[in-house]
T-cell receptor, first 113, second 114 residues
Framework: GEDVEQSLFLSVREGDSSVINCTYTDSSSTYLYWYKQEPGAGLQLLTYIFSNMDMKQDQRLTVLLNKKDKHLSLRIADTQTGDSAIYFCAEGTSSSNTGKLIFGQGTTLQVKP | DAGITQSPRHKVTETGTPVTLRCHQTENHRYMYWYRQDPGHGLRLIHYSYGVKDTDKGEVSDGYSVSRSKTEDFLLTLESATSSQTSVYFC?????????????FGNGTRLTVT
């Protein structure tokens, strides 16, 4: 079945770049998403990429997709303390025709001053 | 928040009691979803709806039922709450006509079953 895996924790210093990685199994995925969750809040959509793209850049965020290896990454340049949050990778399961997403476990990003 | 309101925001209930969580949207979107969030599991889909009175099960639907009598409201019911249903519940809506449009989430309901 479909599965999405992420590492659970990443710690960086303010000003460094952060790279959060994700692997997925469903080769028919059409879209891949990154969500951010701050404490006590819901998930906020950060960015998403179509499966026919290799890269997408949006200000400090860069998404890289290696479709052959089913590997997705989110790079945050010049990481700030406000970037501390849980980041979820998710894939759109086009095969099920429901629009539902399959989420990874989430990566907690800790940014040290 | 994409016009999504969940109520209540917090609830404590006893094992065996019925509980209903409400999700209300002002966006007139077709698709609505209920997820639960638990440590180590990320978000898991409970039930979803693709229109009024059209619902289907997700991966963790046992012990839950849903209803959607109006476009704007999607209710999640725990008929007889158990401690394993202690979780944070998120409602989500889909923004567009594409079945794989991004989801937008409410702020969640924290449910504790004692």
């Amino acid at each position: 079945g479909e599965d999405v895996e992420q590492s659970l924790f990443l710690s960086v210093r303010e000003g460094d770049s952060s790279v959060i990685n994700c692997t997925y199994t469903d080769s028919s995925s059409t879209y891949l998403y990154w969500y951010k969750q701050e404490p006590g809040a819901g998930l906020q959509l950060l960015t998403y990429i179509f499966s026919n793209m290799d890269m997408k850049q949006d200000q400090r965020l860069t998404v890289l997709l290696n479709k052959k290896d089913k590997h997705l990454s989110l790079r945050i340049a010049d990481t700030q303390t406000g970037d501390s949050a849980i980041y979820f990778c998710a894939e759109g399961t086009s095969s099920s025709n429901t629009g539902k997403l399959i989420f990874g476990q989430g990566t907690t990003l800790q940014v040290k001053p | 928040d994409a016009g999504i309101t969940q109520s209540p925001r917090h609830k404590v209930t006893e094992t065996g009691t019925p509980v209903t969580l409400r999700c209300h949207q002002t966006e007139n979107h077709r698709y609505m979803y209920w997820y639960r969030q638990d440590p180590g599991h990320g978000l898991r889909l409970i039930h979803y709806s693709y229109g009024v009175k059209d619902t289907d099960k997700g991966e963790v639907s046992d012990g839950y039922s849903v209803s959607r009598s109006k476009t704007e409201d999607f209710l999640l019911t725990l008929e007889s709450a158990t401690s394993s249903q202690t979780s944070v519940y998120f409602c989500a809506i889909s923004e567009g006509l594409d079945i794989n449009s991004p989801l937008h989430f409410g702020n969640g309901t924290r449910l504790t079953v004692t």
